[in-house]
Structures are given as C-alpha cells and as structure tokens.
C-alpha cells in the first residue's frame, strides 16, 4: 500500500506564506513526478506545480510562477511546496499527487493521492 500524506495548510493573511509538505510512504519502487494539484469551491482541480524525481526538474503554473517553489527530499520521499505573497484566490484544497511505482511483484505504476490539506488566505 501506498500513502501520501499532506501537512502545512492554514489561515494566512494576504501576502503572507506557508509550506506545504508531502510524504509518501508505503511499498514504493520509485518514484517518477510528484505534484501539487489545488481545487478551489465550485472549480476544477488544477495543477499547480509538479517536479521531476530524478533530476529535480520544476513546472509551475502560470498563476503561481514566482511565489511557489516545489522541492523535494528524495531520501525522506517527502515534497513540499512554499507558497509566497499569497493572494486570496489561492484559497483551495491542496492535493498532493505522485506517479510512482510499487515494489514488490506487481511493480505498478499509477497515480496517487493524498486526502488534502486547506489553504485559506484572508484578512
């Protein structure tokens, strides 16, 4: 079994940061790409930032290009994202994702989810 587990959301005022943090935990082989996706009430999921496992590679999203920064600790399989001059349309969800493969005989490869963790940004 596979777990990842989100942590580091809040309330923030305007302009303010926060860092959140993911870890994967379970039978893993390897890990591929970890991201953060965010949902937001009434909107679809939308990706955020993601980065490459191996060679630590970072994709942002337009919208937070500049004050987010994805990391990651391979040996900890742990990512995390800091969220800086936050503005209140980044109040979401946030969702951690990872395209991972499990150990064992099957070796699979697929996608996993954390349950969320709430970013709220307001005065």
């Known amino acids: 079994q596979v777990q990842l587990v989100e942590s580091g959301g809040g309330l923030v005022q305007p302009g303010g940061s926060l860092r959140l943090s993911c870890a994967a935990s379970g039978s893993i082989f390897n890990i591929y790409v970890m991201r953060w996706f965010r949902q937001a009430p009434g909107k679809e999921r939308e990706f955020v930032a993601a980065?490459?496992?191996?060679?630590?590679?970072?994709y942002y999203a337009d919208s937070v290009k500049g004050r987010f920064t994805i990391s990651r600790d391979n040996a900890k399989n742990t990512v995390s994202l800091q969220m800086n001059s936050l503005k209140p349309e980044d109040t979401a969800v946030y969702y951690c994702?990872?395209?991972?493969?499990?150990?064992?005989?099957?070796?699979?490869?697929?996608?996993?989810w954390g349950q969320g963790t709430q970013v709220t940004v307001s005065s």
């Open positions: 980065i490459s496992w191996s060679g630590g590679t970072a």
């Open positions: 994702n990872g395209d991972l493969r499990t150990a064992g005989a099957a070796r699979r490869r697929d996608d996993y």
